[in-house]
């Protein structure tokens, strides 16, 4: 058994590292969550719904918001059309905190770990405001395709680019990173 643990401790430090982080990460966003209340809406989710807005308003897009105040979510209407609503779970933190337990349990040095949990994070969530939009237009074109669009394209989007970063740490950042490839 030591034998196999001594074989396999880089990765089951990978793992005890990931899941911790992610186990921490995720309370603390729960509690976060809890400090609003039963049908309020968080403070996060609010800015990615005025980020949205101000996207939309930067292309002079007829859109607008509409709060609903008995539940806990925000209507998303483009050319007169309710296309959507924005509930907690479309701001993008999970996704946030799989790419920063990722990144932490693969860490490198601290400050180009931490200069890479900030980038990447705000990159996440600068592609999420821009995925809402884009849906919110699809949406109004293609209402048939909401299943698709929302549960495949746009998860797989969003989740294909965080691949992509963690390949980009793992390979260039990482205490793993080789440093002959070129």
Request: net charge positive; hydrophobic share 55%.
């Amino acid at each position: 058994m030591k034998k196999y643990f001594i074989l396999y401790k880089p990765f089951l430090f990978f793992l005890a590292t990931f899941f911790l982080t992610y186990i921490v990460l995720t309370v603390l966003y729960q509690a976060y969550l809890n400090s609003f209340g039963e049908n309020k809406l968080d403070t996060i989710t609010r800015m990615v719904v005025e980020n949205t807005d101000q996207l939309f308003q930067l292309f002079g897009a007829n859109f607008r918001i509409e709060e609903n105040e008995s539940q806990s979510f925000i209507k998303l209407i483009y050319n007169q059309k309710y296309v959507a609503r924005i509930i907690e779970g479309c701001n993008a933190i999970s996704v946030i905190i799989l790419f920063i337990s990722f990144i932490v349990a693969f860490s490198g040095k601290l400050k180009p770990t931490l200069l890479f949990i900030f980038g990447g994070s705000l990159l996440i969530y600068l592609l999420n405001v821009l995925r809402i939009a884009i849906l919110s237009v699809l949406m109004f074109h293609f209402p048939k395709q909401e299943s698709f669009l929302h549960s495949v394209l746009f998860p797989l989007y969003i989740y294909g680019v965080v691949f992509i970063l963690w390949l980009i740490w793992v390979r260039n950042f990482s205490r793993y990173a080789s440093k002959d490839i070129k």
